[in-house]
């Protein structure tokens, strides 16, 4: 089996597509949208809701049925319905372009697949099962950001940003691989108190 190869997406700026009606749909814009990513929502069946929320969210929406056209322009494209011939057209018409194409909980497809991700502050943690169990990377996202969500470890983060920030290059390696070894995972977050 090959194994897929994760990386952190900047998408700020960069146009999106999402296709699809349902409350996956919702989810899919959402997140996109928190990457700062450009919207264009093309749905067959919209709910009120969902449109509405994709205008708050800066998108465009189109109501009617995907077109190939629908990815000039586009970096990444999402469908978030069962639909497996038009998981196909999309993929087929994806890879033509070059544009990564996700059909959610269709990994073959699909050129990439979404992880589960939980953040503190610039800090994130993505989890992810090469799209084969997704009950168990949402599991797993959801004990994380419990974990995450400790006012300590937020703080711990904000330290390291600032301790990168105001140490010279030259000597940034040493001291913060020394203050980051001392967060410890014991069934949540710990950071231990400095050595004096």
């Known amino acids: 089996m090959t194994l897929s190869f994760p990386v952190a997406l900047k998408l ?15 989810g899919r814009l959402e997140a996109l949208a928190e ?15 969902l449109v509405e929320r994709a205008h708050e969210l800066g998108g465009v929406v189109s109501q009617r049925e995907y077109r190939a056209t629908d ?30 194409f996700c059909g959610v909980d269709q990994p073959a497809y699909s050129s990439f697949s ?5 953040r503190s502050g610039p800090l994130f943690i993505a989890i992810g099962t090469e799209g084969k169990a997704p ?11 419990r974990a995450l969500a400790n006012p300590a470890l937020n703080e711990f ?14 000597e940034r390696a040493a001291l913060l691989t ?19």
């Open 114 to 118: 979404h992880v589960g991700i939980t």
């Open 135 to 145: 009950a168990l990377a949402r599991r797993l996202k959801h004990e994380l950001a």
């Open 35 to 49: 990457a700062g990513a450009r919207l264009h929502l093309v749905t067959r069946n919209p709910r009120s809701e």
């Open 71 to 100: 990815l000039e322009g586009v970096w990444l494209a999402v469908l978030c319905e069962q639909d497996a011939e038009l998981a196909t057209r999309i993929g087929a018409d994806a890879e033509a372009r070059q544009v990564f």
């Open 157 to 170: 983060v904000g330290m390291l940003v600032k301790l990168r920030d105001s140490t010279p290059r030259g």
């Open 12 to 26: 700020d700026g960069r146009l999106c597509l999402v296709v699809g009606d349902g409350a996956e749909t919702l």
């Open 178 to 196: 020394r203050e980051a070894s001392r967060l410890r995972l014991d069934g949540g977050f710990v950071v231990d108190a400095p050595d004096s």
